[in-house]
């Protein structure tokens, strides 16, 4: 017999800690770092601006670890083959317009 799917990935707490919580140690390293007076090109701004860089890399890594998870894998593809080829579109127009 499979076991029952709760909805939690790993566990209720290692969602919790990883997923709802994950923010915060990024959230503490910028209000510390910059002391809540930084801005761009000033001295007291450069752990603002690294936290800022991390951001921006974690952001572009994990999007494009996701598309190779969606897109990569024929299984999950198969689940919505035209929500998936309908979205890039979309999204590509959205911001072609915006720009």
């Known amino acids: 017999m499979p076991a029952q799917n709760l909805g939690w ?9 990883v997923l709802g919580l994950g923010w915060v140690p990024f959230y503490v390293w910028v209000a510390i770092g910059s ?17 800022v860089a991390v951001a921006l890399a974690v952001n572009f890594v994990h999007r494009q670890y996701v598309l190779l998870l969606v897109y ?3 299984e ?3 689940e919505r083959p035209r929500a ?3 979205a890039p579109i979309v999204a590509f127009a959205f911001s072609s317009a915006a720009a």
Not at 9 to 17: G, I, M, Y
Not at 38 to 50: N, R, V, Y
């Open 84 to 86: 998936y080829a309908v």
């Open 9 to 17: 990935l790993r566990s209720p707490l290692w969602d919790v800690a």
């Open 76 to 78: 999950v593809l198969a």
């Open 72 to 74: 990569g894998d024929s």
């Open 35 to 51: 002391a809540g007076d930084a801005h761009w090109g000033s001295q007291a701004g450069l752990s603002f601006t690294a936290a």
